[in-house]
């Protein structure tokens, strides 16, 4: 009965751990493609990086999953330009089918299927100088045909990850639930959104953008499975 329980158990772990995230943007090879918007002034950072990976994420159009640098991106934001808009752009990933994919499980070229997922993404909080009602959150904007090219997602929830960038600034994960309609991507545009009115002396970082795993429908099939074991097991007990 014992070997049974492990057995249950053991599916269940293997469930949780078997879906890997996926990695759209973390190398400074990566960054160096993406464009400033709105007045704000965008670089690629090879000399700090949240997660210190040198493997290229599925964004990067020339060389996806290739070596690159390790880095982030660096942007530095216009007061007065504004307190929500698209601050840096992403090159276009249209046609890039393992970027849709990642983004978007089950679509097919260029039509995609309704979908609801989770982005993470790292960020180090800019210095406050509006004072105590000064407010900050970051987002993604998703433009393609089916949501007509203005689909804005701003994060839930906020880890502190414990570490600072290079100006002393402490960095979080962000959490950002989106969705994505049924239709055709027909190109699709991917940037940082900004809802603040702070105006920082100081550039802060992104870096690490992920879509959160899911497992799939089979490894969800052997939790049930094991979940099911489990359940026979406690009721065997209690006849």
């Not at 269940?12 to 751990?17: D, Y």
């Not at 002034?41 to 690159?68: E, F």
């Not at 962000?174 to 105006?199: D, H, L, Q, R």
Request: hydrophobic residues 40%; proline residues 4%.
């Amino acid at each position: 009965m014992k070997k049974l329980v492990l057995f249950s158990a053991g599916i269940v772990a293997f469930a949780l751990q078997s879906a890997p995230a996926q990695t759209l943007f973390t190398t400074e090879n990566d960054f160096s493609q993406w464009s400033a918007n709105a007045g704000s002034t965008v670089s690629a950072d090879g000399l700090w990086s949240a997660d210190t990976s040198t493997i290229n994420g599925l964004g990067n159009t020339s060389a996806a999953g290739g070596t690159g640098t390790s880095g982030s991106l660096s942007i530095t934001w216009a007061s007065g330009v504004g307190s929500f808009n698209e601050i840096a752009a992403a090159p276009s990933e249209g046609g890039n089918a393992a970027f849709l994919s990642a983004i978007d499980p089950g679509c097919s070229g260029n039509t995609s299927v309704a979908y609801s997922g989770n982005l993470l993404m790292d960020f180090s909080l800019p210095d406050n100088e509006v004072g105590s009602s000064g407010y900050f959150q970051l987002g993604v904007l998703l433009q393609y045909s089916a949501d007509g090219y203005y689909g804005t997602f701003f994060s839930s929830s906020t880890t502190d990850l414990g570490i600072q960038d290079d100006n002393g600034e402490e960095v979080y994960q962000a959490t950002i639930p989106y969705t994505i309609a049924a239709g055709s991507f027909n190109g699709f545009g991917f940037g940082v959104m900004y809802n603040s009115n702070y105006a920082p002396d100081l550039p802060f970082h992104v870096d690490d953008i992920l879509v959160q795993s899911v497992p799939e429908p089979g490894t969800l099939a052997l939790m049930g499975l094991g979940l099911g074991g489990l359940a026979l097991i406690r009721r065997g007990r209690k006849s």
